[in-house]
């Protein structure tokens, strides 16, 4: 073929491209248009995930009628003069791309008055056609409207994921500004239905109850921390408060939303040796730094930024994070190695530590060998996992007493067990349930006043289908209004526990495309509601409650881990001890 210009239709679409991959690409140009024109309040309506309509109205500086063929025009912007202005950027928008590369793809409706005008001016684009400027009655500020995104680019529409898919890539957007903005006021409606509403008061931590739920909110620290030219704000989550992968590590970089690799990573250091493997915290943090310091322009939709000083910004994120959780709790770290190795400085000889921890002695079991011998931790800190239930027992035991609130001490027929009673009472009640599920009969205990939960839009979307689950698993859990469930009852195992965190259990980890409350994850979701209702460490228990938890332990078919494999319990035998006190040499 002979080289040719592309006309300006098949260029300005190959130029969307980069911009408007999906209907949340839409809502986000939107929206910093919106919060560049000093919105104080922002209504953004959906209807059939963005692939209908995107519509976002603002009360920001609105359009003057004269400019808004220039506003729909490529590379058409108000915030950029010079090239050197690029390197001193304080807006989120700056290259003039958006509304013509929507306008291209869609059938677009601008209307917009300036505070000062008697009248408002409309302007539609179809298809990139753009028709002509007419005046209509508009309150002051601006309204796009979007309409049948990717009409004309049919290719485009089958790239579209399933609409609950595209939601929640919008929703996530959404809450996100939210967060970002406290003192914008942010209305999401979805036909009828408002999915999300702030105050716009200013109050972030009010922003994140509205979005994680109260107790999450409650739960989260606060960080606070600047030098020069630098400064972090926002909220971290405890390390007792995780996630199992990265996407609620939320960073905005002066007020846009990025995804950076190198600030993540500063950040799980901040968390080094207080997260478990494959845990991940929940973040909202906010970096500001002076305009130059940062490179807004290395990304299309400016999803990524460099900074000037790379390292510099790494470290200091890592300390301000670390400070914060450090500021909430110093770190308990003992572990048995270093227990047992107390007084083994001060000699020549090693002594060797027995504190063993999961299945060391096998009581009539053989261990899989091979399989062991292909693993690169020694067999005794292999803990059983769900997917391996079979280990041997554990012997009875006799209660000694309880440790830091945390700890039950028994004695056994071969020396003293230390039993973490979170983690036992985990594994027994995870035992108990799938036992009773399997009978096909989970009693299930009515709460004595319903109690109503109201979880974050993305979580009760993903619930809503699965309440038929819930209700074979002994929860009587339905429907109350808007992203709230009514919590009736609760299987009678979990009586007294909080029917608010059962349910947030169940749907705080769900991956993106996930079909949730599968067969086949049915046991990983009854582990999690487990772990949410266990007793917790800390929490002083009876000499009763010692003791039965013990025997609950003793009948477990797998005792030696909790069902997300971690330890319930370690052993120091009897022959152990007796080296420890040089009653023996060493071995
Ligand atoms: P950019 O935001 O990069 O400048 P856009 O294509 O998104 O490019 O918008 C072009 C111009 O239209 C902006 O520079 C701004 O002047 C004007 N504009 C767009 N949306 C709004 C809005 N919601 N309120 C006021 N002005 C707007
Ligand atoms: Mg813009």
């Known amino acids: 073929m002979p080289i040719r210009l592309l006309s300006s239709e098949v260029s300005s679409q190959i130029a969307a491209g980069e911009v408007v991959e999906r209907p949340a690409s839409v809502v986000k140009e939107l929206l910093e248009n919106a919060l560049d024109a000093g919105a104080k309040s922002v209504s953004i309506a959906i209807v059939d995930a963005g692939r209908t309509l995107v519509e976002v109205a603002d009360d920001g500086c609105g359009i003057p009628a004269g400019e808004l063929e220039l506003a729909a025009a490529r590379h058409a912007t108000s915030k950029l003069v010079k090239s050197d202005d690029l390197f001193h950027i304080r807006t989120l928008g700056f290259r003039g791309e958006a509304l013509a590369s929507i306008g291209s793809v869609s059938r677009m409706t601008i209307a917009s008055r300036t505070a000062s005008a008697k009248e408002g001016a409309r302007l539609k684009v179809d298809g990139g056609v753009a028709g002509k400027v007419e005046k209509i009655g508009a309150p002051a500020g601006t309204t796009v409207r979007v309409e049948n995104l990717f009409y004309n680019v049919p290719a485009r529409l089958k790239f579209l994921k399933a609409d609950a898919t595209e939601r929640r890539a919008i929703d996530a957007l959404t809450t996100r500004y939210a967060l970002a903005y406290p003192n914008v006021r942010f209305k999401v409606t979805d036909g009828k239905q408002v999915t999300l509403q702030t105050a716009g008061d200013g109050d972030r931590r009010a922003v994140l109850a509205a979005l994680y739920g109260v107790e999450v909110a409650r739960q989260m620290l606060a960080v606070m ?139 009539g079991e053989t261990l899989n060998v091979e399989r062991l011998n292909n693993e690169s931790q020694p067999s005794h800190l292999q803990p059983s996992s769900l997917q391996t239930p079979t280990f041997h027992a554990v012997p009875l035991l006799r209660l000694i007493g309880q440790v830091g609130s945390t700890y039950i001490v028994a004695e056994g027929p071969d020396g003293l067990y230390l039993i973490d009673q979170h983690a036992a009472h985990e594994r027994v009640l995870f035992e108990k349930l799938m036992a009773q599920h399997e009978r096909k009969n989970i009693p299930s205990q009515a709460l004595l006043a319903p109690e109503v939960v109201t979880l974050p839009p993305q979580s009760a979307k993903a619930l809503t289908p699965q309440l038929p689950f819930l209700n074979r698993f002994g929860f009587e859990v339905e429907e109350f209004g808007v992203n709230a469930f009514q919590v009736r009852a609760m299987p009678a195992l979990f009586a007294g526990g909080d029917p608010a965190s059962a349910l947030r259990a169940l749907v705080e980890d769900f991956e993106e495309d996930e079909t949730p409350l599968q067969a086949e994850l049915e046991a990983k979701l009854a582990a999690r509601v487990c772990k949410r209702l266990a007793v917790k460490g800390g929490q002083t228990l009876s000499a009763e409650e010692q003791r039965a938890l013990l025997h609950d332990l003793e009948a477990c078919s797998s005792p030696r881990a909790c069902p997300h494999g971690r330890p319930t319990m370690i052993h120091l035998s009897v022959d152990a001890l007796e080296r420890q006190f040089g009653r023996r040499g060493p071995r």
């Open 225 to 363: 921390d600047g030098e020069e030219n630098i400064a972090l704000t926002g909220f971290i989550s405890p390390a007792s408060l995780t996630r199992s992968n990265r996407r609620e590590i939320t960073f905005f970089v002066n007020g846009r939303w990025v995804q950076d690799f190198s600030l993540t990573a500063a950040l799980l250091q901040a968390y080094h040796t207080l997260l478990m493997v494959g845990r991940y915290p929940l973040t909202a943090l906010f970096l500001d730094l002076a305009p130059e310091d940062v490179d807004v322009n290395v990304h299309p939709t400016k999803a990524e930024v460099r900074f000037r000083n790379q390292d510099r910004v790494f470290s200091f994120v890592q300390r301000a994070a670390r400070k914060a959780l450090l500021a909430y709790s110093p770190v308990p770290s003992v572990s048995p190695q270093l227990w047992g190795s107390r007084s083994a400085p001060t000699e020549k000889r090693e002594i060797s530590v027995d504190w063993s921890v999961g299945h060391d002695h096998v009581e």
